[in-house]
Antibody, heavy 119, light 107 residues
């Protein structure tokens, strides 16, 4: 079964850091680009970051550029999101997602993990 | 930054056709995907690359993209289709932008 499982969310104080992980299984992880997408309470989906299969191409939303770092370890079938200088605006449900094979779409999503930034 | 505009809400009667639009500058030059999002559930890809329907998605879902507008069409709408729908435009294989979302009500 193709599966993505996020972990690492929680309650963190403003200005602190948090690292999210996404464990992939059931597919050849190193064949696919991967993404982080978030949804703040009562808001819509927001793309956060994307990384190519070989980490050669990486992009960030303007809202997180310079604060968040995406990375992957293909040997461990894992995707990561290092989040620094967190603010209340980063409070959201964070999903990892996989690119569709040969197409422009995100066809597999994890169940998500909650990040709450509050003092 | 690139902006995508969706209507906040669309209503449709059961069995009728629902159309949800997504507008952006020269959107037809980009690939567009559509996602269904229900409360408490992860997003589901319903249309990829403008008009391709992933495995398991009913034929009732179709998509088009031309000029400045992409459209998700749901024919013979059912109560189970009630959800938020998001369009997504691709800048590259690693950069995308989402529309603000449309709440589809089936009544």
């Amino acid at each position: 079964e193709v599966q993505l499982v996020e972990s690492g969310g929680g309650l963190v104080q403003p200005g602190r850091s948090l690292r999210l992980s996404c464990a992939a299984s059931g597919f050849s992880f190193d064949d696919y680009a991967m993404y982080w997408v978030r949804q703040a309470p009562g808001k819509g989906l927001e793309w956060v970051s994307g990384i190519s299969w070989n980490s050669a191409s990486i992009d960030y939303a303007d809202s997180v550029k310079g604060r968040f770092t995406i990375s992957r370890d293909n040997a461990k079938n894992s995707l990561y999101l290092q989040m620094n200088s967190l603010g209340p605006e980063d409070t959201a449900f964070y999903y990892c997602a996989k690119r569709s094979r040969g197409m422009y779409g995100m066809d597999v999503w994890g169940q998500g993990t909650t990040v709450t930034v509050s003092s | 930054s690139y902006d995508l505009t969706q209507p906040p809400s669309v209503s449709v009667s059961p069995g009728q056709t629902a159309s949800i639009t997504c507008s952006g500058h020269k959107l037809g030059d980009r690939f567009v995907s559509w996602y269904q999002k229900k409360p408490g559930q992860s997003p589901v890809l319903v249309i990829s690359q403008d008009a391709k329907r992933p495995s398991g998605i009913p034929e009732r879902f179709s998509g088009s993209n031309s000029g400045n507008t992409a459209t998700l069409t749901i024919s013979e709408t059912q109560s189970m289709d009630e959800a938020d729908y998001y369009c997504q435009a691709w800048d590259s294989t690693t950069a995308v932008v989402f529309g603000g979302g449309t709440k589809l009500t089936v009544l």
